[in-house]
């Protein structure tokens, strides 16, 4: 059995991603696609517009076998985080044969070249990003700069101004690093582009776009300001019109289902419990959280008695040195407890101690056998398997179930739905 490994967030899931795993299995002959999923927070450092197990029963529904989270501390990190954590699982399930990625230039050679030159680091490369830095370059102009002198055609180093290219080039960097067997393929990123917040007349069109159409489904519980070109409207049917044809149909009955019952869910519907724990934070402590610097915990402490919510404070501490994805990640990781001598400890001992399974397609016993007889990674269908996990491996765990119980309980204030502990979630099975 050939297995092909997705790396994804499916923030929400559309025909983009339902291409991707068709296409990915086809190109790859593989049997069975695997897919290592951000949980309820993605890399962008905010929340998922939708729990993570709806997302992954969208998937399972379009072609998926298995769907495994990412551990929050990887899934909400830097792109050369998050992609190491995503191809180190991969590479430690022991039966994942290839890897497979949407990128927009969807040249495998030209991503390969950068990502050499990225993890060698010539002499050349390294004397061109100290000066463009001391210039006063932001790192990924200047790392851009530096690139073009190396690349046989310097033009290539603009493939790294598109955000799939970006982390394409991250994962083949990551499997160059773990000296991994796996075989890396990329297809073209089909429809609109990664930021277009319209959706596309050709049926391909971007999640964002699709988050935004979302945002105008419940008005009265919005938090937050679409930034979209939809006409306003309260009715559930017209946002499920608009969006026939650009997801599953199968997708669509979900969203149906589940609408103002576990999503739409946004960044400011975490304002008061980012605030308490801003609060109770000493300005010296912030720094040990991931993705804080110095200078962005003195900012953050001064201008906290101008905090109004979430996304103001974000906007409110951003400069030209500190970009808004970046202070999106710190506060997140402040949120929910995220420190960097975690990150550290994690990623000595391996990235990974275990596979947390979210859900399963009935056929894939075999597949699930593999795994628990071949990986090092102890298999988690529920958390009552992890008792006899190392000390490093339930911390992180117990950070998951955090992060998890908190977007849970941050959904049954919203919409007054029924509480869905992490303790008591059911495996998905389609």
């Known amino acids: 059995m050939k297995i092909v490994g997705l790396i994804t967030e499916y ?9 991707h795993i068709q296409e990915a ?3 790859t002959g593989a049997d069975a696609a695997v897919v290592i999923m951000s949980g309820d927070y993605v890399q962008r450092g905010v929340p998922a517009i939708m729990p993570k197990r709806l997302r992954a029963e969208m998937a399972l ?4 076998s298995a769907v495994f989270e990412l551990p929050v501390c990887y899934a909400s990190g830097s792109a050369e985080l998050f992609a190491m954590g995503a191809v180190s699982f991969l590479d430690r399930l022991g039966i994942v044969d290839c890897l497979c990625f949407g990128s927009e230039c969807s040249d495998l050679n030209i991503l390969e070249s950068i990502a050499r030159i990225l ?10 990003l100290k000066e463009g830095l001391k210039q006063g370059l932001s790192y990924p102009a200047a790392r851009q700069q530096a690139l073009g002198l190396c690349l046989p055609s310097g033009e290539h180093a603009s493939v790294l101004e598109d955000p799939n290219n970006i982390l394409g080039v991250e994962y083949l960097k990551a499997l160059k690093r ?7 393929f990329t297809i073209q990123r089909k429809g609109a582009h990664y930021h277009d917040r319209t ?9 964002s776009a699709i988050r935004s159409l979302l945002a105008y489904s419940s008005s009265a519980l919005r938090t937050e300001r679409p930034g979209g070109t939809f006409e306003e409207t309260t009715a559930l049917s017209d946002i499920l019109g608009e969006l026939e044809g650009q997801v599953p149909s199968s997708c669509l009955e979900l969203l149906k289902d ?3 019952v576990l999503y739409p869910v946004y960044q400011n519907d975490f304002s008061l419990i980012l605030k308490y724990k801003l609060l109770n934070k000493h300005p010296a ?6 993705d804080v610097s110095e200078e962005l915990a003195r900012r953050i402490s001064i201008r906290l008695d101008n905090f109004f919510n979430y996304e103001q404070f974000c906007e409110l501490l951003k400069t030209r040195e500190i970009t808004r994805t970046r202070i999106n990640r710190a506060l997140l990781h402040i949120m929910l407890g995220i420190k960097k001598e975690s990150i550290e400890e994690y990623t000595k001992q391996g990235f990974h101690f275990y596979a947390r399974l979210l859900g399963c397609r009935k056929d894939s016993e075999k597949l699930l056998a593999r795994i628990a007889k071949e990986s090092p990674l102890t298999l988690l269908a529920r958390i009552s398997d992890s008792s006899r996990l190392p000390l490093s491996a339930q911390r992180m765990l117990r950070n998951d179930i955090l992060a998890s119980n908190l977007y849970m309980s941050v959904v049954t204030d919203k919409y007054k739905t029924a509480y869905q502990n992490e303790y008591k979630q059911a495996l998905i099975k389609v």
Not at 14 to 19: A, P, Q, V
Not at 178 to 184: D, F, G, V, Y
Not at 199 to 207: K, V
Request: charged content about 20%; overall charge positive.
């Open 11 to 19: 923030n929400p899931f559309h025909n983009g991603h339902l291409y």
């Open 25 to 27: 299995k086809r190109i």
């Open 61 to 64: 529904k379009c072609g998926a």
């Open 119 to 128: 993890v060698s680091e010539p002499p050349e490369y390294r004397s061109c």
């Open 178 to 184: 773990l000296n991994s067997s796996i075989k890396p």
């Open 199 to 207: 959706l596309s007349p050709e049926h391909y069109s971007s999640a």
């Open 258 to 260: 589940c609408h103002r």
């Open 285 to 290: 402590s912030l720094i040990r959280y991931a």
